[in-house]
Structures are given as structure tokens and as C-alpha cells.
């Protein structure tokens, strides 16, 4: 029996890991296209200031299923000419598409997810949640809402990333296009823990206020 598309796409990307990893996902459906190249210019600034010290993979969904997952790598940058090739299209969300490729993923320490709404299974989300948490995976999920004035309702997809945020001991938090900079520091701060966790957060709230924001909201 020949492999789906989808598994071509997990065998590529995952291989037994000698660094920490951090996943990158991003919602590409045509809900975000208003605010997408603010979104691309935040995500690019975020793998500028990967540390070295961590290997990064970017994953998105559009057109209603997981479009590509590349392999993980040390070397962040290179994915800026990817970020920039990602172009929204029309279909529903894929997000447990790519919760489920990330309980695959062996010495992933987080994931990041960015998207606005949700019109999948709920129960499934929540299931995969907890298999991350038992894998050790914190999930950051950054809710734009800024599709909400364009009539797409938002607030369901708030709860569902606030649970599965909940679930993993991860954050729900902003992803607004006026305030890029907090966006960025976020990130960073997220870079930061999953290089060297809750210890090296409190090493740096003084010098990065956004660690001390993230740490608020994992210590709930």
C-alpha cells in the first residue's frame, strides 16, 4: 500500500532528534488573508530570533488539510523565503491535522500555533491534547481575531485553543496586527523556553518583559 500525502509529508519531516525542537504552524485559509502580510512579517522577525540552540520546523494548513511540514533545523532563517511563499487559500481549518503530526514529532519541547478559527472536531482536539501533554509538549496558541470584523466567528476557536492551551500547560495568547512588537517578543520568549524551559524564562523577565507575561500565564 502506497503512503498518503500526509504521511510523505511526517516521514520527511520527523527524525530522531539530538537538540530540543520547537513547531512553527501557521493558518493559511483565506479568514487571515486581511492581516497576512503583517502575519508573515511577525513570523519572519520570530525565526530571525531563534536561538541557535534549538531546531525549528514550519507546518500550515490551507484549503482544508495540511499543506507541507518541513524538516527540522537548526538553521531558522531559512525558512524567511518560505514564510513569504505561503499564500492563503479557501477551505476549513486542519489544525488537528497538525496537532496529530506534532504528537509525532520525538524531542518536541512546543508548539506554536497561530490561526483564527476552528471548524473541526472538538473532542479530537482535546483527545490530541492530551496525548502531547503526556509527551511533554507545551502548545502556545495565538488567537486573530482580526477576521471577527470580516463576520467569521472567532470566539469559538478561543475556546478551543484556550483548552488545548489548558490541556498542554501552554498560553492562549493575542496575536494582534497593531501591536507586533509584543507578537515578537512573545515568540522569542516561546524560543526561549523551549531551549531551556521555565528556568531559563525566569533568568530573563527582567530583560525580556514578555517572559514574565508567558510565565504568568503557564502558571495559572
Known sequence: ???????????????????????????ATASREASWNIAKEITGAMFEAVPGELDVALVYH???????????????KAFLDKVQSVRC???????????????????????????????????LAVELAEQLKLR?????????????????????????????????GGALLPFHEKSPALVRELLAAIALYATGGIKALKQKTKLLPAARLLLEQIQK
Not at 98 to 103: E, G, M, N, Q, Y
Open 1 to 27: 500500500m502506497s503512503a498518503t500525502p500526509k504521511q510523505e509529508i511526517l516521514a520527511k519531516a520527523i527524525a530522531n532528534p539530538k537538540r530540543p525542537r520547537l513547531l512553527f504552524a501557521m493558518d
Open 62 to 76: 490551507s484549503g482544508g488539510r495540511l499543506q507541507q511540514m518541513t524538516e527540522f533545523s537548526s538553521q531558522a
Open 89 to 123: 487559500s479557501a477551505g476549513g481549518t486542519a489544525l488537528n491535522q497538525i496537532l496529530d503530526a506534532a504528537t509525532q514529532a520525538p524531542g518536541l519541547k512546543a508548539l506554536i500555533y497561530i490561526g483564527d478559527c476552528f471548524e473541526e472536531n472538538p473532542a
Open 136 to 168: 511533554g509538549v507545551r502548545c502556545f496558541m495565538f488567537h486573530d481575531s482580526s477576521s471577527q470584523s470580516q463576520g467569521y466567528d472567532t470566539q469559538g476557536a478561543s475556546r478551543v485553543f484556550k483548552e488545548i492551551a489548558r490541556i498542554t
